[in-house]
Protein backbone atom coordinates (compact mmCIF):
# COMPACT_ATOMS: atom_id res chain seq x y z
CA UNK A 1 0.00 0.00 0.00
CA UNK A 2 1.30 3.44 -1.06
CA UNK A 3 1.47 5.81 1.79
CA UNK A 4 1.57 9.54 1.09
CA UNK A 5 4.19 11.86 2.50
CA UNK A 6 3.72 14.51 5.15
CA UNK A 7 4.27 18.11 4.02
CA UNK A 8 3.95 21.49 5.24
CA UNK A 9 2.21 23.49 3.12
CA UNK A 10 -0.76 26.97 4.65
CA UNK A 11 -3.82 25.28 4.11
CA UNK A 12 -6.14 28.04 2.87
CA UNK A 13 -8.92 26.23 1.80
CA UNK A 14 -11.72 25.14 3.83
CA UNK A 15 -14.51 22.60 4.36
CA UNK A 16 -17.39 23.68 1.49
CA UNK A 17 -15.52 26.20 -0.52
CA UNK A 18 -16.26 25.56 -4.64
CA UNK A 19 -12.95 25.05 -6.22
CA UNK A 20 -11.75 23.83 -9.92
CA UNK A 21 -9.24 21.24 -10.41
CA UNK A 22 -6.01 22.74 -12.48
CA UNK A 23 -4.25 19.80 -13.19
CA UNK A 24 -4.25 16.03 -13.49
CA UNK A 25 -6.25 13.37 -14.43
CA UNK A 26 -9.76 15.51 -13.76
CA UNK A 27 -8.36 18.99 -14.87
CA UNK A 28 -11.37 21.56 -15.67
CA UNK A 29 -13.72 19.57 -13.07
CA UNK A 30 -15.13 21.70 -10.25
CA UNK A 31 -17.12 20.78 -6.93
CA UNK A 32 -17.43 21.21 -3.04
CA UNK A 33 -14.76 20.59 -0.83
CA UNK A 34 -15.76 18.07 1.48
CA UNK A 35 -12.84 17.56 3.48
CA UNK A 36 -9.19 18.67 3.92
CA UNK A 37 -6.94 16.57 5.44
CA UNK A 38 -4.21 18.62 6.87
CA UNK A 39 -1.75 15.80 7.80
CA UNK A 40 -1.22 15.29 3.91
CA UNK A 41 -2.04 18.58 2.46
CA UNK A 42 -5.17 16.70 0.48
CA UNK A 43 -8.58 17.66 -0.04
CA UNK A 44 -11.45 15.67 -0.82
CA UNK A 45 -13.48 17.04 -3.53
CA UNK A 46 -17.14 16.18 -4.73
CA UNK A 47 -16.61 13.95 -7.80
CA UNK A 48 -13.23 14.47 -8.46
CA UNK A 49 -10.78 11.44 -8.18
CA UNK A 50 -13.47 8.89 -8.10
CA UNK A 51 -12.13 5.41 -7.85
CA UNK A 52 -13.63 2.25 -7.77
CA UNK A 53 -13.53 -0.23 -4.31
CA UNK A 54 -14.18 -4.08 -4.82
CA UNK A 55 -16.08 -5.00 -1.19
CA UNK A 56 -16.86 -8.27 0.11
CA UNK A 57 -20.60 -9.13 1.27
CA UNK A 58 -20.84 -8.10 4.99
CA UNK A 59 -23.21 -7.32 7.47
CA UNK A 60 -23.03 -3.44 6.76
CA UNK A 61 -22.87 -3.83 3.14
CA UNK A 62 -25.18 -7.46 2.37
CA UNK A 63 -24.72 -7.19 -1.42
CA UNK A 64 -20.77 -6.31 -1.93
CA UNK A 65 -19.33 -5.46 -5.34
CA UNK A 66 -17.74 -2.35 -6.35
CA UNK A 67 -18.65 0.77 -5.06
CA UNK A 68 -17.00 4.21 -5.89
CA UNK A 69 -15.10 5.98 -3.25
CA UNK A 70 -14.06 9.49 -3.70
CA UNK A 71 -10.21 10.13 -2.35
CA UNK A 72 -8.06 13.11 -1.54
CA UNK A 73 -6.55 15.50 -4.59
CA UNK A 74 -2.80 17.34 -3.63
CA UNK A 75 -4.22 21.17 -2.57
CA UNK A 76 -1.61 22.57 -5.02
CA UNK A 77 -4.00 20.87 -8.02
CA UNK A 78 -7.02 22.84 -6.91
CA UNK A 79 -8.01 26.69 -7.23
CA UNK A 80 -10.83 28.67 -5.09
CA UNK A 81 -13.46 30.04 -7.46
CA UNK A 82 -13.94 33.54 -7.15
CA UNK A 83 -17.47 33.77 -5.77
CA UNK A 84 -17.99 37.07 -7.68
CA UNK A 85 -16.63 36.32 -11.21
CA UNK A 86 -16.93 32.30 -10.99
CA UNK A 87 -13.07 32.27 -12.17
CA UNK A 88 -10.31 30.25 -10.23
CA UNK A 89 -8.08 32.71 -8.12
CA UNK A 90 -5.84 32.77 -5.35
CA UNK A 91 -6.46 33.09 -1.53
CA UNK A 92 -5.22 35.74 0.43
CA UNK A 93 -6.06 37.00 4.20
CA UNK A 94 -5.72 40.50 5.67
CA UNK A 95 -7.33 41.61 8.70
CA UNK A 96 -10.62 43.38 9.17
CA UNK A 97 -10.89 45.07 12.77
CA UNK A 98 -9.24 42.63 15.30
CA UNK A 99 -9.99 39.51 12.76
CA UNK A 100 -8.25 37.77 10.15
CA UNK A 101 -10.59 36.97 7.03
CA UNK A 102 -9.67 35.37 3.92
CA UNK A 103 -10.61 37.45 0.63
CA UNK A 104 -10.46 36.49 -2.98
CA UNK A 105 -7.28 37.99 -4.79
CA UNK A 106 -9.06 38.98 -8.10
CA UNK A 107 -11.94 40.48 -6.92
CA UNK A 108 -10.92 41.14 -3.18
CA UNK A 109 -14.19 39.93 -2.08
CA UNK A 110 -13.90 38.18 1.44
CA UNK A 111 -14.81 34.68 1.94
CA UNK A 112 -17.11 32.98 4.53
Do not use: W
Not at 17 to 34: A, R, Y
Not at 63 to 77: A, L, Q, R
Amino acid sequence: MHTAQKCEVKVRLKKGDEVKVISGKDKNKTGKILRVIRKYDRVVVDGVNVMKRHTKPSLANQDGGIVDKTVGIHISNVMLIDPKSKKPTRVGFKTEGSKKVRFAKDSGTILA
